[in-house]
């Protein structure tokens, strides 16, 4: 008699396929792990990274099948150990909120203000959303202006309007966060739009002209679901009595509620200063400043991907580096690298300016760039005071701005001559920034301790990536790698300490950094609202 088939469900990592055009995986495990073509009910890829190491390209993939299998051949499949039964996880649960009094109101319409939304429309409660900046395709406008002609619009740039920062960036989705909901976020970038590799490959990113779709996408969904967009809307007070919210006035006058998401990014220092005044409490924190590098992107493709530079299944190299200063103790790290994109300058005030990385879903530019940034702790900076590194970091950026020439166009120097504290007279060669460079010493940016310890850091990446000083070019400054001031909050129910309804969220709260975590940030706290 026969043995009986029955359906298991199993894990499979580390299977490794020689990348090819069109890859057959039902093939490969028939021919892997002799399985029966049709005895595959259905396959999930869960992880696939590139394997560039050996003499030929491959693909290593995690999968999730289904397959209709006798008792015998799943034994024996579970004892490779690189495959594992599975078991169904539990659905994830929507609590619906009970009848609230006035609308919730989210303040920003980044990552975490977007996702915040998402889930209290989940939840049952359609709130009020409300953004200084404009809607992408004006937005998309006055970013063009300030790249083009050095015009700045205060209220609506790269930092400020739909989508956030994150929407005039890279657009990159790794995080070093564990969390069930990264899933989440992913999928609903793939309803937007988004490519579905991105739920698997092993670096995915957006690409700053994929998310210049995918956010309006996102909106218009939540719009259909009962959710109000208020842009082009400043927030002027947040009215807090007793400890408990209130209400926010805005340009058109009072909105009354008793809950507030705030997801306003690192940017927003007038909302700091608000809630320091009100007695909200704040924290300094950590952060890190430096230089942009930018470099020929042949040159890091071929230095990273060797013989297989140039492939079109590794695309635009990556790299990663880091250097512990020993005299110091301080770190040295690049940071937001951008392959295969553009230097691009940031500014929210007309007498201020720092860098930052952007690229296209394609990341086909001619150049690769990444921040150089060292750490910087609340001690390095004098005075008490929670916002001191505002401060810090404005100074650095009206200096940037100053040494540009007054007009948005950003100071550089070849990163040679930066080591050897030597002033750039020419450029090793064009750059990718715009409007415009101009030749400048860095050196001046930071005393010497801070300067000494970025070009120790430069000189071990030297090492580590043979002609990064002299195939480089520095732009200053780099100052937004994360806020250096964190809104104390309550680590179960997410609301600012002592402040009742005020849930903080995102990178502007300090417990977030880059769009997949602000996004889990922001569900995290809608769903233990309430």
Same mark, same amino acid.
């Given at each position: ?257 008793? #809950?507030? *998401? +705030? ?9 700091? @200063?608000?809630?320091?005044? !009100? &007695? %909200? ?29 140039? #492939?079109? *299944? +590794? ?9 512990? @200063?020993?005299?110091?103790? !301080? &770190? %040295? ?49 004098? &005075? ?147």
């Amino acid at each position: 008699m026969a043995e009986k088939k029955s359906k298991y469900k199993l894990k499979i990592i580390n299977l490794c396929c020689p990348v090819e055009e069109s890859m057959d995986l039902h093939a490969v495990l028939v021919s892997c792990f002799g399985l029966n073509k049709e005895d595959i009910v259905d396959l999930t890829i869960l992880r696939r990274s590139t394997d560039a190491r050996k003499n030929s390209l491959f693909f290593v993939y995690t999968l999730v099948i289904n397959v209709f299998i006798t008792k015998s051949d799943a034994d024996e499949l579970l004892e490779n150990k690189n495959i594992e039964k599975l078991f169904e996880r539990s659905k994830r649960l929507i609590n619906k909120i009970a009848r609230l009094k006035n609308r919730p109101i989210v303040i920003g319409c980044g990552p975490a203000g977007i996702f915040a939304a998402i889930t209290l429309v989940e939840r049952g409660v359609a709130p009020i959303v409300v953004e200084r900046g404009e809607r992408v395709i004006d937005r998309v406008k006055s970013v063009d202006k300030f790249m083009n002609f050095g015009e700045l619009n205060p209220e609506s740039n790269m930092f400020y309007g739909e989508g956030g920062a994150g929407t005039f960036s890279d657009g990159k989705l790794t995080t070093r966060m564990k969390s069930v909901l990264k899933d989440r976020v992913l999928r609903e970038f793939i309803d937007a739009g988004a490519e579905k590799d991105i739920a698997y490959i092993s670096r995915p990113h957006l690409g700053t002209d994929s998310l210049r779709k995918i956010i309006p996408n996102i909106v218009e969904k939540l719009v259909l679901k009962g959710v109000d967009f208020l842009f082009n809307t400043n927030v002027q007070n947040i009215i807090i009595e007793q400890g408990r919210v209130k209400g926010v006035v805005a340009d058109n006058g009072l909105i009354k509620t008793e #809950n507030i *998401f +705030l997801a306003t990014g690192h940017s927003s220092v007038e909302i700091y @200063d608000l809630l320091n005044n !009100k &007695g %909200v409490l704040l924290e300094p924190k950590g952060f890190a400043v430096g230089f942009r590098i930018e470099h020929p992107r042949e040159f890091i493709d071929s230095r990273q991907h060797g013989k297989f530079s140039g #492939n079109k *299944f +590794l695309g635009a190299a990556e790299y990663y580096l880091a250097y512990k @200063d020993k005299k110091t103790g !301080k &770190g %040295v790290y690049s940071f937001c690298m951008c392959p295969g994109g553009y230097v691009v300058g940031c500014s929210s005030l007309n007498d201020a300016l720092c860098t930052n990385g952007m690229s296209k879903f394609a990341r086909d530019s001619d150049f690769s760039n990444a921040a150089i940034v060292v750490s910087i702790s609340p001690d390095d900076l004098e &005075g008490d005071e929670p916002l001191k590194g505002f401060s810090f970091i404005h100074k650095l950026e009206k200096y940037a701005y100053e040494l540009g020439g007054y007009n948005f166009c950003v100071p550089v120097q070849n990163a040679v001559d930066f080591i050897n504290s030597n002033v750039t007279e020419n450029l090793i060669r064009e750059t990718s920034y715009r409007p415009g460079v101009k030749c400048s010493d860095l050196n001046y940016f930071f005393d010497d301790r801070i300067a000494s310890i970025l070009k120790r850091g430069l000189k071990d990446f030297n090492n580590k990536i043979l002609g990064f000083i002299d195939e480089g070019i520095l732009f200053g400054v780099e100052t937004r790698t994360s806020s250096p001031v964190r809104i104390v909050r309550d680590k179960i129910h997410c609301n600012a300490l002592g402040i009742e309804g005020l849930f903080p969220v995102g990178e502007g709260s300090g417990y977030a950094g880059g769009i997949m975590s602000c996004a889990v940030d922001g569900i995290k706290a809608a769903e233990v609202f309430c």
